[in-house]
């Protein structure tokens, strides 16, 4: 493993034990699948399956028990995520079928425990199981190649897939991209890379389908671990088609978004540094939160379609369907313009003489005129005047 790939997983190692998550230190810990556009929640019983697909099923049931990463064999109902606040249960909510290195045999993933972000890979070796636990920003919409995003903060990510060798497996790097001005960094498969080539690999990424979620069937166990779940947690907000609980101190916030039929679309943890909250703006449901300062990042959630954007980093103007935002790319400030969520319907790249204020302070614009023109006061000339403009977006 190279030293770069290296440091990302160490990133993404703190990351996790920011939120008190846990990891184990043969993998990454990073994220929680989303669920993608149009996927939808099925039942079908165990007879629908292949005889692979039906024992790593009968693994949700507790029909079948699988070795954990300490070696130790267990059934789901008795696993335990340790290291969080208090010890939870793992409760299955959903699961999906797919082959991640593409050798033929069947790997699930399974969405598991209710408000707190984790879920199990589940991988068969000569009909053994075994169970790997994964924890927050690990795996953002895994694709039916087997190929997922992980992010190490707001401008940094990477595309992995994973690779099994027995009772082991290894993440392998394909591309990462850092947009941080003093680290600005981009490859594909280990190799520096220009960074139009990464964001033509990402774009192509981005539109390869994603898993189909199935949903479990709710069972005793389960209404039991959720009752334990909510003995360390306290409500802190919830609304249609989410929740937000919150510690004893209300220094963590760990939120669950579900789509109109009850399969989960995302969730995760945030530590108090600033604000903290969902709420429904334009027909979207919003997450928005701060990292202290002026410094806030926002992702958008269409309930009625299942789709989930990226982490959008202070946007200054947004509509039920458009969002602006500055980056620096490229040794300049760019004002980004694109679909909330799919950047081939609309994407646009806006440069003026933008001061680097942009980056540090909060500029607010609107969408006008049905979404053709964007309206936004900005300074130039070292901040020393501000501009108004409305500019025309077709």
Known sequence: MSKSMRTMLCVLF???????CK?????????????????????PTKTEKTPEQDRLLSVLYNEVPIVDETGKTV??????????I?????????????DFDNDGCVEMLANVSSDHGFFLVLHMDDAQVYGYLFSQRSMMEPKTDGTFEGSGGAAESAI??????????????LAYHNDLPESKEYRINGDSA??????????????????????VETTAWQKSADRVAEKYSVAYKTGDNFSIFTDQDEKNYYYTVKDKNGIVLDRGCHNWRGSF??????????????FGGSSFNKRYYDISGSRVSQFFPSPVAESNSMVAYFVWEDNQIKLIVRDIFDTSIFYKEIIRDFSDFVLKQNYTGEFIENNT????????????????EEIPLI
């Open 14 to 20: 703190v990351l996790c034990l920011l939120c008190g």
């Open 23 to 43: 990891s184990q230190d043969h993998h990454a810990a990073q994220n929680v699948p989303t669920q993608g556009k149009g996927d939808s929640a099925t039942t």
């Open 75 to 84: 059934y789901v109902k008795d696993y335990h995520i340790a290291n969080v």
């Open 86 to 98: 208090q010890p939870i249960y793992a409760v299955p909510e959903s699961y999906a079928f797919l």
């Open 160 to 173: 992995f897939t994973l690779k099994f060798s027995g009772t082991q497996y290894e993440i392998t790097e």
């Open 194 to 215: 220009a960074e139009e080539d990464y964001r033509s690999f990402y774009n192509q990424y981005e539109n390869k389908p994603n898993v189909q979620w199935i949903k």
């Open 277 to 290: 909250d969902l709420s429904y703006q334009n027909g979207l449901l919003v997450l928005n939160y701060g």
């Open 373 to 388: 023109k964007l309206k936004l006061t900005y300074p130039v000339n070292n901040r020393t005047e501000l501009v108004t």
